[in-house]
């Protein structure tokens, strides 16, 4: 049977919720990486179950606390849970699209699985869970309540290399659909689980994308770091007088315009290749106005180190985007790194607002939908932070 031993530190640090150990502190090891462990403390008492990396930092992952032995039926129960929330939030609909299962998150370390209509991607980031996957997935198609068509394995995230792990990706059944489309409340978008970034889409947004096009009707919006450009469509849905979407990559930007066309939007937005740094700095010199600018920059500080280099970017993004709202205008500015936390986050565009010298008062400070839950013991899993910013 594998057994980790773990220290008085580590005893302590998970009396106080948290369920992950790290290398340092573990004291022995009978186990093999990968494994579902026993862990026991140096006087032997059972601290519960969990998942074991060998190379990574974060050595135990837990799953249980106490005696029982996590088995087949158990996971049945987890992977349940965690659907029954989506199917509760109204996520289920059969041409949708959500994250079904938040990795850790979900109480279901490393591993994601997300639905695209028929197709269900996953992402594995350990050892344990590219060894469950097959059996998780069994689990979750027997508990939603439609057919998968498609199961694509797509563990690429760059995270793999801290647990020593290659990139893997392939079919694991079905075909590939061709011309994936999902509907969301009237909205439909193309979705490439193969080429796209994450599993094929920024599901996380999807409530944020809703909220920031209530400010859209009948205004000029920009909608900066578009990727598939479904802030701006769904602005353009709306009703805002036009839209224009800047990323930096040119798939993107062709997804961002077809799914405009599919949207019937497309004659209120335009759709430009920039950087967008200093693309905005460009159009505030320029004079540009707009109603409602989004700001969705990919993560600053992808680490602790780069938390520094990171404030002066989201500073001087937010700043430029300051000068860009017209009088009464609305900035929606996201952050997606997990190491800037959400009062950082606010000082960042409050000197922002400052710099650019506008009155701005936060009305609204988000999160990532139902489906990219936050638990408590673990802040790890709360990172995106999205704010809505009234400027005078
Ligand atoms: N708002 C999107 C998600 C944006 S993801 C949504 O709701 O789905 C971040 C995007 O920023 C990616 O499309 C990436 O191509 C783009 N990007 C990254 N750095 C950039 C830069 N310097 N200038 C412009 N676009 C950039």
Redesign the pocket.
């Known amino acids: 049977m594998s057994i980790v031993h773990v220290t008085g530190k580590a005893r302590r640090w998970l009396a106080s919720g948290h369920p992950w150990v790290y290398r340092d502190d573990v004291a022995e090891v009978a186990a093999e990486p990968g494994d579902l462990a026993r862990v026991v403390d140096p006087t032997g008492a059972l601290l519960g179950h969990a998942f074991f990396s060998a190379r990574s930092r974060i050595a135990l992952r837990f799953v249980t606390r106490g005696e029982a032995r996590p088995d087949r039926a158990f996971f049945d129960g987890r992977i349940r849970a965690a659907i029954a929330v989506r199917e509760r939030a109204g996520l289920l609909d059969p041409r949708g699209a959500c994250r079904l299962i938040a990795g850790d998150a979900d109480l279901l370390p490393g591993f994601v699985l997300d639905r695209y209509g028929s197709t269900l991607v996953t992402q594995c980031g350990t050892l344990a869970a590219d060894r469950n996957r097959d059996a998780f997935v069994e689990l979750a198609r027997a508990a939603l309540p439609f057919e998968i068509e498609c199961v694509y394995d797509k563990s690429d995230s760059a995270s793999r290399r801290l647990e020593g792990l290659e990139q893997h990706v392939e079919v694991v059944d079905g075909a590939l659909p061709q011309g994936l489309v999902v509907h969301e409340d009237g909205l439909d978008y193309a979705v490439d689980v193969v080429h796209g ?1 994450k599993t094929g ?2 599901l996380d ?1 999807r409530d944020n ?1 809703t909220r920031a096009a209530e400010f859209a009707r009948g205004v000029d919006v920009l ?6 450009g ?2 701006g469509v769904r602005a353009a849905l709306a009703g805002a007088k036009s839209v224009l979407c ?4 040119k798939e ?1 930007l062709e997804r961002a315009a077809a799914n405009a066309e599919r949207n019937g939007v497309l004659d209120r937005m335009k759709f430009e290749r ?4 200093h ?1 905005l700095r460009a159009r505030a010199e320029r004079g540009e106005q707009y109603g409602l600018v ?1 700001v ?3 993560a600053f500080a992808k680490s602790r180190r780069e938390v520094q280099g990171a404030e002066r970017g989201y500073v001087e993004l937010n700043r430029r985007a300051f000068t860009l709202l017209a009088p009464g205008g609305m900035l929606v500015s996201a952050s997606c790194s997990f190491n800037v936390r959400a009062a950082d986050f606010q000082s960042h565009l409050s000197r922002a607002a400052h710099k650019a010298g506008r009155s701005a008062w936060l009305t609204e400070f988000r999160g990532a939908g139902a489906d990219h839950p936050v638990l408590l013991t673990l802040p790890e899993t709360s990172y995106l932070k999205c704010a809505f910013v009234r400027v005078d």
Do not use: E
Not at 246 to 249: E, H
């Open positions: 970034h889409h920024y947004q994308r909608d900066a770091f578009s990727y598939d479904l802030f800047v990323d930096q990559s993107a920039a950087n967008c740094m693309d989004i969705d920059p990919p």
